[in-house]
């Protein structure tokens, strides 16, 4: 069993960077790949970016790439995702999620954590 929990969320201005985490517990052998997702008020839920968890590759929403960068320290059981240049409309509830699966099917998900920018 895997289980993930967000953190470093909050208010921030227009401009500013905010790191988030998501610390993975249990069997993180069985990772396939890590993501993050957000959902904006209102919104649908939308891809953020996407990393395996041995091989490190990623791929990212093409609106976002070049500003977020998706990491991960598998010794931390550990994923990132650094977001630069925040804009207004990168408010949204940000979740890390997994899967053990394979590709298409994150079936762990974490808490959320509220990332609110002002402008």
Same mark, same amino acid.
């Given at each position: 069993q895997v289980q993930l929990v967000e953190s470093g969320g909050g208010l921030?201005?227009?401009?500013?960077s905010l790191r988030l985490s998501c610390a993975a517990?249990?069997?993180?052998?069985?990772?396939?790949?890590?993501? #993050?997702?957000?959902?904006?008020?209102?919104?649908?839920?939308?891809?953020?970016?996407?990393?395996? #968890?041995?091989?490190?590759?990623?791929?990212?929403?093409?609106?976002?790439?070049?500003?977020?960068?998706?990491?991960?320290?598998?010794?931390?059981?550990?994923?990132y995702l650094e977001m630069n240049s925040l804009k207004p409309e990168d408010t949204a509830v940000y979740y890390c999620a997994a899967t053990v699966v394979g590709p298409g099917e994150w079936d762990v998900w974490g808490q959320g954590t509220q990332v609110t920018v002002s402008s």
């Open positions: 921030v201005q227009a401009g500013d517990s249990g069997r993180t052998s069985r990772i396939y790949a890590m993501a #993050w997702f957000r959902q904006a008020p209102g919104k649908e839920r939308e891809f953020v970016a996407v990393i395996t #968890w041995n091989g490190g590759s990623t791929n990212y929403q093409e609106s976002l790439k070049g500003r977020f960068t998706i990491s991960r320290d598998n010794a931390k059981n550990a994923v």
